[in-house]
């Protein structure tokens, strides 16, 4: 059972424009919301951060926004860049008990067209 | 650079033999991880240790066991290798609350 739901599972965006990933969840002990970011034949590399007593983080061009009534976060890159293709997850992390433990979406696959 | 190895990066095995993947890190974190990536399934958890022999098990542990007999190193062993164990393994290290730094990743096929 997937405990954090992510979509869409794949976005084509022009240069310039605005992707928007989406994730919603379940699990109300939740307490750490990162998004990573991942290229092909790599890792996934820690991108921004939200906890739940913010609406919103923005860094740079990656801002993501936190409803915590409904559930659901998301990420928004803006001013997409060819560079920024990659995989993108969300992930959530049950509490502080847990250590690091993070229950993640299944990924959305970017593209960014030139 | 996180500071985390993981070897073999690749391997073809065939089905029923055992195989271990190593994560060796160099900077003394207490907690370290192991999880597979999937297609639509993101990365899901194997396996988890918060110090030395000290382990745990994660949402999809089944055919998996760990080891941990050094502060820079865990093992993950599949002792019979199944074909739905074919999967990339990655290895990560926490550097703080909800931050994972992960490694390359160990790409392995079971025939």
């Known amino acids: 059972q997937q405990q954090v739901k992510q979509s869409p599972q794949s976005l084509i965006v022009q240069k310039g424009g605005i992707s928007i990933i989406n994730c919603a969840y379940e699990n109300t002990a939740f307490d750490y919301f990162p998004w990573y970011q991942q290229f092909p034949g790599k890792g996934p590399a820690l991108l921004i951060a939200i906890r739940p007593d913010v609406s919103e983080k923005k860094e740079g061009r990656f801002t993501i926004s936190f409803n915590k009534s409904a559930k659901q976060f998301s990420l928004h890159i803006m001013d997409s860049q060819p560079g920024d293709s990659a995989t993108y997850f969300c992930a959530a992390r049950s509490g502080e008990t847990s250590g690091s433990r993070l229950t993640f979406g299944e990924g959305t696959q970017l593209t960014v067209n030139p | 650079d996180a500071g985390i190895t993981q070897s073999p990066r690749h391997k073809v095995t065939e089905t029923g033999t055992p195989v271990t993947l190593r994560c060796h890190q160099t900077e003394n974190h207490r907690y370290m991880y192991w999880y597979r990536q999937d297609p639509g399934h993101g990365l899901r958890l194997i396996h988890y240790s918060y110090g030395v022999k000290d382990t745990d098990k994660g949402e999809v542990s089944d055919g998996y066991s760990v080891s941990r007999s050094k502060t820079e190193d865990f093992l993950l062993t599949l002792e019979s290798a199944t074909s739905s164990q074919t999967s990339v393994y990655f290895c990560?290290?926490?550097?703080?609350?909800?931050?994972?730094?992960f490694g390359e990743g160990s790409r392995l096929t079971v025939l």
């Open positions: 990560a290290i926490s550097k703080g609350p909800g931050e994972l730094f």
